[in-house]
């Protein structure tokens, strides 16, 4: 857990989250304790791409929903 309470993610669920945001691969290795190359091969697994995905979809969902509620002005 962290200082707020939080589960931490694992190094591939972090990854994925870094890569949504759009986070170049040689940063996000380093950010989640493994080196580039591993986060590569990540990202060419189909699971991974898959992730990725989910996680874009959720974050473009927030943020339609924080806008259509008025917060983003």
């Known amino acids: 857990m962290d200082s707020l309470g939080r589960t931490e993610l694992p190094p ?11 986070r ?3 940063e996000i290795g380093p950010e989640v304790g493994v080196s580039g190359r591993t986060v590569r091969r990540w990202r060419a697994r189909p699971e991974m791409r898959a992730d990725v995905r989910r996680v874009r979809l959720r974050l473009l969902d927030g943020a339609v929903a924080f806008l259509e509620t008025g917060s983003g002005r």
């Open 12 to 22: 591939r669920m972090r990854a994925a989250v870094l890569l949504a945001m759009g």
């Open 24 to 26: 170049p691969t040689e």
